[in-house]
């Protein structure tokens, strides 16, 4: 895939989840919690990007960009991960809306650069 396509698909994936964690965080905040069916899909998503198994290529991608900064935050993937995955199921919204901001800017700061990437800056 030629590096165009490659920033392209990086843009387009990150673009795609950062809205869907952007809706969950201000969900979070004006309403002090998300709704069950919300939950579970914030659930599936954090799951899917976990699990070392996921075959799909833009939870492969996700999992990487994720992996790499929690690494240079000195954060353990997993067990990030899965402290969210329990803190949501707990409606811990003080534990985990600054963790869910967090994996937003993530992906918001991928986002960005892959943008620039493919406006050649």
Do not use: C, W
Not at 9 to 33: H, M, P, S
Not at 44 to 55: L, T
Not at 102 to 118: P, Q
Request: charged share 30%; glycine share 4%.
């Amino acid at each position: 895939m030629s590096s165009i396509g490659l920033n392209t698909n990086t843009f387009r994936i990150t673009g795609k989840y950062l809205d869907l964690l952007n809706n969950y965080v201000v969900k979070a905040k004006i309403n002090q919690e998300i709704e069950k069916g919300q939950k579970e899909h914030l659930i599936d998503f954090i799951s899917q990007i976990k699990d070392e198994n996921n075959i799909q290529p833009q939870f492969q991608l996700l999992s990487n960009i994720v992996e790499r900064e929690l690494r240079f935050a000195s954060k353990d993937f997993e067990n990030y991960l899965d402290s969210v995955i329990e803190e949501v199921k707990e409606n811990n919204i003080e534990q985990y809306l600054p963790k869910i901001e967090f994996l937003a800017d993530i992906l918001d700061t991928e986002n960005s650069d892959a943008l620039l990437k493919i406006m050649g800056e």
